[in-house]
């Protein structure tokens, strides 16, 4: 089922939404309803307090939400919703006492999907620390999506265009190859187009090579990209073809731009369905930062951004 082994599960996981709320919260909500209904996927809303957090109101962003039961009324009503905006999702509600990022990860091992409600954070503490998304991120055992709050409503769509695509990193690492067959996946069962980036910038040993071979930089990095989007898109194909789909029913967009991946990739996030960044495994406080690019663009990027780490 993957392009790597042993990387992505055959069955479907349910997809797991982090919920307190808030009005990021019900974005990802939302998002992930709809995630769940395509995947025929269950979804399960969980609300985690503090383990010290048991008096009977429910706090979100700093404010109390008046409720006699405590957090399930909260959770419930927040199942319902999402069962209205994706009829005939199977919803499950969870409430937990403990840290959101122990709960999440604890949850993700069962999980096909983790979903995060995201928004950009300017605190020096906050970078320093982690916030509980991108601690997630770095540590879940499956995708994590981090959904921001939606600029523009679907309903403003103007009528007529083209969907958006799908958008998935690739820079032929086998975090990458994961991120690829996530993607795959997501456009396929989204019914959406698939679109391969892969960004390339000379490097100081290309300058080198150059001088030393009498060739541009460039060129010779450029060409390179080339062959990984050819690698990319034959992946896609081969992929599809492994789980009994007509590869010519999803023939992806290859794109191939210059400069530093962290800003080709949000500009192609601006017409985005969403964003697969593959995202190599780590641990202690490195994994806070999920590397530069993935840390950059979960917290600044107009569309969900969705992190495929490498768990081996």
């Known amino acids: 089922m993957s392009l790597v082994d042993g990387s992505v599960r055959a069955a479907p996981g349910p997809v797991v939404v982090g919920y307190d ?3 990021i919260a019900e974005a990802a909500l939302v998002w992930a309803a709809g995630e769940a209904r395509l995947r025929g996927a269950a979804l399960q809303v969980v609300y985690v307090r503090d ?3 048991i008096g009977p109101a429910v706090r979100s962003g700093g404010r109390e939400l008046a409720s006699e039961g405590g957090a399930w009324p909260v959770v419930e009503e927040a199942a319902a919703r999402a069962r209205d905006v994706a009829p005939g999702v199977e919803t499950e509600t969870y409430v937990q006492y403990a840290s959101p990022v122990a709960a999440l990860v604890g949850m993700s091992r069962d999980a096909g999907l983790i979903v995060l409600g995201s928004s950009p954070r300017g605190a020096l503490r ?17 995708p994590v999506a981090l959904v921001p709050l939606p600029t523009v ?3 403003d769509r103007v009528a007529g265009a083209a969907d958006p695509p799908v958008v998935v990193g690739y820079d032929g690492s086998d975090a990458a190859a994961l991120a690829l067959t996530y993607a795959a996946d997501a456009a ?5 187009p698939l679109r391969v980036v892969v960004a390339w910038r000379p490097g100081p040993a290309e300058w080198l090579e150059s001088f030393a071979t009498g060739s541009l930089p460039r060129d010779a990095t450029e060409a390179a990209a080339e062959v990984t989007l050819a690698d990319a898109l034959d992946r896609v194909y081969q992929h599809h073809r492994s789980v009994g789909r007509s590869p010519a029913s999803d023939q992806p967009d290859g794109v191939v731009a210059e400069g530093r991946a962290v800003d080709v990739l949000y500009r192609e996030a601006v017409t985005a369905e969403r964003l ?8 202690g406080f490195a994994a806070l930062l999920l590397g530069s690019v993935t840390h950059t663009l979960v917290r600044a990027a107009p569309c969900p951004v969705v992190a495929v780490r490498e768990t081996g």
């Open 21 to 23: 709320a808030s009005e």
């Open 188 to 192: 396929w069962f989204g019914g959406r």
């Open 276 to 283: 697969v960044i593959g995202t190599r495994g780590r641990g």
């Open 153 to 155: 409503p679907p309903s």
């Open 126 to 142: 906050d970078e320093l620390r982690g916030s509980v998304e991108t601690q997630v991120a770095a540590h879940a055992h499956c």
């Open 51 to 53: 383990a010290d957090d």
